[in-house]
């Protein structure tokens, strides 16, 4: 079932439960969010982030995600992560997207604010849900020249009252592309945030929060959780190994089967912790 996300957060984020937001790659890891979600009975949120935005046009990921999602017994959304202009999204859009993000985090809060405002119309426009970004998260990667910016409570309240949105990400001392878990969430910042917010809260970067911090976060409005390391971390070390063990496997198909079932173990893993059982 095709969806956007926006019952969808509030409804998980009502309940203290978080959806996580899977970045997929293709037909592979997107199966399998999807069992995972109808064997749960949970959402699945399929999403494309910039490196596969990169290496493929949005129209055949959406063209495969959109069937991938009609086909299924549980809702699915399919959302583009960190599009940087208006460009972006109205593509995402064209190519059968049901939700987008907007990242004007490298912009002052009213610049912000005012390209978030065009862009809400549009998606107003086609039903499509947008999640916007306050602050800025950092990236755990050197060539990344991402300062952090931990969100601000009045910046917060400008972009509520400026912009309907469906999901608000926030910098709390996350971080894009841990590898292990060594983020510190702020959690004093965290309530303040929530305290003024209507709307869910989204994080980013969730492989490198550590599990007891993540349950704790459960009680703050937080509608949606983006996962990707862990996932990507999982397929590459399972290949890697498969690959030495089995030197002379070149049939694709083969070659997939047993990271496909390291990922299902991860994804499962995460919904868990996210309170889906």
Request: aromatic residues 6%; hydrophobic residues 35%.
């Given at each position: 079932m095709l969806v956007n996300m926006k019952n969808m957060l509030r409804d998980a984020a009502s309940n203290q439960q978080i959806v996580p937001g899977f970045n997929v790659f293709g037909y592979e890891d997107a199966k399998i969010v999807i069992e995972v979600a109808e064997e749960l009975g949970a959402p699945a949120l399929l999403m494309t982030n910039r490196d596969a935005a990169g290496f493929m046009d949005l129209?055949?990921?959406?063209?495969?995600?959109?069937?991938?999602?009609?086909?299924?017994?549980?809702?699915?959304?399919?959302?583009?992560?960190?599009?940087?202009?208006?460009?972006?999204?109205?593509?995402?859009?064209?190519?059968?997207?049901?939700?987008?993000?907007?990242?004007?985090?490298?912009?002052?809060?009213?610049?912000?604010?005012?390209?978030?405002?065009?862009?809400?119309?549009?998606?107003?426009?086609?039903?499509?849900?947008?999640?916007?970004?306050?602050?800025?998260?950092?990236?755990?990667?050197?060539?990344?020249?991402?300062?952090?910016?931990?969100?601000?409570?009045?910046?917060?309240?400008?972009?509520?009252?400026?912009?309907?949105?469906?999901?608000?990400?926030?910098?709390?001392?996350?971080?894009?592309?841990?590898?292990?878990?060594?983020?510190?969430?702020?959690?004093?910042?965290?309530?303040?945030?929530?305290?003024?917010?209507?709307?869910?809260?989204?994080?980013?970067?969730?492989?490198?929060?550590?599990?007891?911090?993540i349950i704790k976060m459960r009680q703050y409005g937080i509608g949606k959780m983006n996962v990707g390391t862990a996932v990507r971390m999982a397929f590459g070390h399972t290949l890697r190994e498969f690959t030495i063990q089995n030197p002379n496997v070149f049939d694709r198909i083969e070659l997939v089967q047993k990271p496909m079932e390291e990922m299902k173990k991860v994804i499962r893993d995460k919904y868990n912790l996210l309170g889906w059982s």
């Open positions: 129209k055949y990921y959406g063209a495969l995600y959109k069937i991938m999602a009609q086909e299924s017994t549980t809702q699915v959304c399919i959302h583009l992560d960190h599009g940087k202009s208006k460009e972006e999204v109205v593509k995402a859009i064209q190519a059968g997207y049901t939700s987008v993000m907007y990242d004007g985090s490298a912009l002052p809060i009213e610049e912000n604010i005012q390209h978030s405002k065009v862009i809400a119309d549009i998606c107003r426009a086609c039903d499509v849900s947008l999640e916007v970004e306050v602050g800025c998260v950092s990236y755990n990667e050197p060539h990344l020249k991402v300062e952090e910016r931990l969100t601000e409570v009045e910046d917060m309240e400008k972009m509520i009252e400026g912009v309907e949105v469906d999901g608000i990400a926030v910098a709390v001392g996350n971080v894009h592309k841990m590898q292990e878990q060594k983020a510190v969430i702020d959690f004093v910042r965290l309530k303040n945030i929530y305290d003024v917010s209507d709307v869910p809260l989204v994080i980013h970067g969730t492989t490198g929060i550590p599990d007891e911090q």
